[in-house]
Structures are given as structure tokens and as C-alpha cells.
């Protein structure tokens, strides 16, 4: 399994309640361990499928931008606030803008 797998992952960033509060997802491994350890609910069925997705993608049975997905339907469900993370320098350049606006 590749629980270090970050290629074609776009971070996330999760605000949960208690004194972990701030997660940033940024590879599969990170968010096997958020559903498990830090979850606030166990018996969503996005959950549920959110964990059943985060196998698959560990195992190679889906790509993990469609893990991504069931995550952040799951933290819907949980009713858990979701930041989309933009790697620095990851973002395509815009041919348009002047380099210095690009950074």
C-alpha cells in the first residue's frame, strides 16, 4: 500500500473540533489516519464509504483524487468545514499575467 502517496492529490484542510482542531490532508496516509484517530462520527454512510474509498486508493483500485471526493462528502456529512490547498508553484502559469503576479 502507499500510504505516502501524494501525486494527483490536491490537499485539503479540515477545521474539526477539540484541541486537534487544524489538519491539512496531504497524502493518503494522512487521510487514513484523520478518518480513524480524529473523525467526530463513525456511522456516516459517507463515512463509511469515505473509509472503503480510502483503501481502494491505497490499494491502487481507484485514483486518488476520487478518494478525495468521498472525503469531502464525508466531511459534508459530518458537517466539518473543507479548504481546497494549493501547493506553491504546483499551479499551471498563466501565459496572460506577468510573472510577478504569478507567485
Known sequence: MCWNTSSAFT?????LRGPAS???????GDAARLLINDWP???????????KACVDALSGKIA????????LRA????????????RQG???RRPDLPSSAQR
Open 75 to 86: 466531511a459534508d456529512e459530518a458537517g466539518i468545514a473543507t479548504l481546497s490547498l494549493v
Open 90 to 92: 504546483m499551479g499551471e
Open 64 to 71: 486518488p483524487e476520487q478518494f478525495r471526493e468521498a472525503l
Open 22 to 28: 487544524r489538519k491539512i490532508v496531504w497524502t493518503l
Open 11 to 15: 490537499p485539503v484542510g479540515f477545521a
Open 41 to 51: 462520527c463513525d456511522d456516516g454512510e459517507e463515512y463509511v464509504a469515505a473509509v
